[in-house]
């Protein structure tokens, strides 16, 4: 599907790369007029810096791709990132000639897309059998390589479901992010957003895999986020930040902040060290 997305510069041996998650870090989804104007001025700073600098520039999002893209295509955002790793980094996509192209050889590490799928509905019809009320995020949240829920936190305590979680994921080749919900991004709030994945992916597993892909040691990697599912991202690059809206769950996992809020803290994050 061919897209009219600007490109970035083209960066075929990046000094660093810059890694952003994508709900209320890169996109806001309560965005106002004034709000649209800063992000507009904020892709013209990108693009200029990422000429200058010779930065890789991508997003890495628990969601689906074609989801990012529609978010994108709503807010009238004209530029998009030099990558996309998407679900968990499931899958990795390259923006290139207005067309996403995937990253076959990182796609090659996984089971079939049956033989995932087959994996996930035993893994969660076993952990229902064991009374856990998953709720559905919704179709747009869901792909052939992740699974997403929220789970009501008054009935299980974080340590629980973890030893849970970690029992039975293993046994289906599987791995979870368990994070606080975030009603800003319209969550029921009070609730665990739990996301299933197949082993292998995970936002620090696609830092360390383009790192390597790129030739770029990590201590020349920044990444931003707003929530808990970004922690072990922001820990594994050379300096991750917390933009100013992250949770307060966030807060208290990851102790460097920023005092601007969504593309304006990437901006300040960005302006610290370029």
Not at 158 to 181: D, G
Not at 188 to 200: K, R, V
Request: proline residues 3%; negative net charge; contains cysteine.
């Amino acid at each position: 599907m061919k897209l009219t997305f600007k490109s970035l510069p083209a960066i075929t041996q990046p000094q660093s790369i810059v890694f952003s998650d994508f709900d209320s870090t890169y996109f806001n989804h309560l965005a106002t007029a004034q709000d649209l104007t800063r992000i507009k001025e904020f892709e013209h700073f990108l693009f200029n810096l990422c000429q200058k600098e010779n930065i890789l520039f991508g997003l890495i999002s628990g969601s689906p791709k074609q989801y990012i893209i529609d978010h994108l295509i709503n807010k009238h955002y004209t530029i998009l990132p030099h990558f996309i790793a998407s679900s968990y980094g499931s899958e990795i996509h390259y923006y290139n000639h207005s067309e996403l192209q995937l990253d076959t050889e990182w796609d090659q590490q996984f089971l079939s897309h049956q033989q995932i799928e087959n994996n996930l509905s035993q893994f969660i019809s076993q952990l229902k059998t064991e009374g856990l009320a998953l709720t559905h995020q919704g179709t747009w949240q869901q792909t052939h390589y992740k699974r997403s829920f929220f789970l009501p936190q008054k009935n299980h305590s974080e340590q629980q479901l973890l030893k849970m979680l970690n029992k039975y994921c293993q046994h289906y080749n599987l791995a979870f992010n368990l994070s606080h919900s975030n009603p800003d991004n319209g969550d029921p709030d009070l609730n665990y957003d739990i996301d299933f994945f197949p082993t292998g992916c995970g936002k620090d597993k696609v830092v360390h895999y383009l790192c390597n892909k790129f030739s770029v040691n990590l201590t020349h990697t920044l990444a931003f986020g707003d929530s808990g599912n970004d922690i072990t991202m922001l820990k594994t690059v050379g300096q991750g930040y917390l933009v100013a809206n992250a949770t307060a769950e966030a807060k208290r996992k990851h102790a460097h902040h920023l005092n601007e809020k969504f593309t304006q803290g990437i901006y300040q994050g960005l302006s610290k060290h370029y």
